[in-house]
């Protein structure tokens, strides 16, 4: 079997809708399970809908049209989305009355997205004569826990999911990003999400290999809205993916790899736009053939610098330390440390006030927004003597001052700090080092 997962732009419109339907057709042989996200735009809507209702205006009309558009285009019948079309309204008068937009409301709410975009789909396939139904992806058994708004699926999962997902005739065309956790209540992924679920369900279904179907040529050497010459790569490791997708690059979900991992599935991704052009295979081992396969990066980043005597000789202080922020639920992205100071960084300040007043009775605590991780992502890296003086030089000519660094013991990405303000440039810097056509590659020894 094989995962076919269609992300927003790739079912945008009816014409890349048709371009869906062709390419399940050619994968029939290898019974397809399709993966689909919202309409390229919809989830963002959904999001300020939701907004809006918190502050007493509802308006369902841009979002009908949005769809209408598509299922007229299409000729598929538009009773597809009656019946979520009156439950999102009910949804949206719910929220407005009780002036409350809780995270389980807005998993709910964003939740339509997928759920209106599978059944415009499944609709059409079966137009074209491909035997298809739309299911979500929750009534198929994607239990997740209740972290509204970035769910992970229990173990459960993988075994119900595989029962029923065989169990359906013709093409599933599932969900793509939301499940169900156990109370019920519908959960999402993330942004990005349908990534995720595709490898998810991939792994229950044991499927030969799960195709991300976007709109770039694979997995590129940079961001190309950054570097508008930017490669596709070939072939990437499962540890070189799993660093890329967690540093920005949201090509991929950040957890996309890891059902894959579990099971040793390949990871295909493809161009809807460009379907012959071969894309980029993600495999447990590749040839090590270039030393670094790409940059990443995360932007919008807080550096905490937590500095304190107390650390010097003591045990438990680093325990401390970790127990509050896992207590408050922040998220670690990079840590450094020193003899008496520790810096970390985190992408989200829900929470950080509370933790830093809690830092601050045992420590000297700063934090300071607007920073940036860069990702210098290859299994090479660790082989290599050049990289951290190409690096270094590179921002040292565009006078970028590097604030952290850290080289994993995976040895398979070396990450560093810098200004938000200075991320385009150090990423283009970078590119230009370890990309140039000009520059000869830099062999790994071996
Ligand atoms: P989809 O809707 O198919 O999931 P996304 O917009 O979420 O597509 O992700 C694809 C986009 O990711 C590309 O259009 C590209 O602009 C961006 N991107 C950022 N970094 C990379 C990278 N390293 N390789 C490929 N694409 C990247
Ligand atoms: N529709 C969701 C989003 O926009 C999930 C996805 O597209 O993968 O983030
Ligand atoms: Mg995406």
Known sequence: ???????????????????????????????????????????????????????????????????????????????????????????????????????????????????????????????????????????????????????????????????????????????????????????TLGRNGSDYSATIIGAAIGAEEVQIWTDVDGVMT?????????????QMSFAEAGELAYYGGRVLHPSTLIPAIRKDIPVRVLNTFKPESKGTVILRQTPIKQVVKSIGY?????????????????????AKIFEIFGRHRIVID?????EVSVSLTTDSDVNLDQAVKELSQIAEVTVEPGKAIICVVGEGIKRSLEVPSLVFGALRERNIKVQMISQGSTQVNLALLVDSANVVDAVQALHDSFFDVQKPVIPALP
């Open 1 to 187: 079997m094989l995962v076919l997962k269609f992300g927003g732009t790739s079912v945008g419109d009816a014409e890349r809708i048709r371009t869906v339907a062709d390419l399940v057709r050619q994968a029939l042989p290898k019974r397809p399970v399709v993966v689909a996200s919202a309409h390229k735009g919809v989830t963002d809507m959904l999001f300020r809908m939701g907004q809006e209702a918190l502050h007493g205006k509802i308006n369902l009309e841009p979002l009908r049209e949005r769809h209408l558009k598509i299922i007229r285009d299409l000729g598929v019948p538009e009773t597809v989305m009656e019946n979520l079309l009156d439950e999102l309204a009910n949804l949206l008068q719910g929220i407005s009355m009780v002036k409350e937009l809780t995270p389980r409301t807005k998993d709910y709410v964003a939740s339509f997205g997928e759920r209106l975009s599978v059944r415009t789909i499944a609709a059409y396939l079966a137009q074209a004569g491909i035997p298809a139904k739309a299911v979500d992806a929750f009534d198929l058994g994607l239990i997740t826990d209740s972290n509204f708004g970035a769910a992970n699926p229990l173990p459960e999962a993988d075994q119900i999911m595989h029962w029923n997902i065989r169990r359906i005739e013709g093409v599933p065309v599932i969900t793509g990003y939301v499940g169900k956790d156990k109370n019920g209540d519908i959960t």
């Open 222 to 234: 940079t961001d190309p809205d950054i570097v508008p010459h930017a490669r596709p790569l070939d």
């Open 334 to 338: 990079m840590i450094a440390t020193s």
């Open 298 to 318: 995360k932007d919008d980043l807080f550096l905490i610098t937590i500095v304190s005597t107390r650390m010097l000789m003591h045990y438990g202080f680093m």
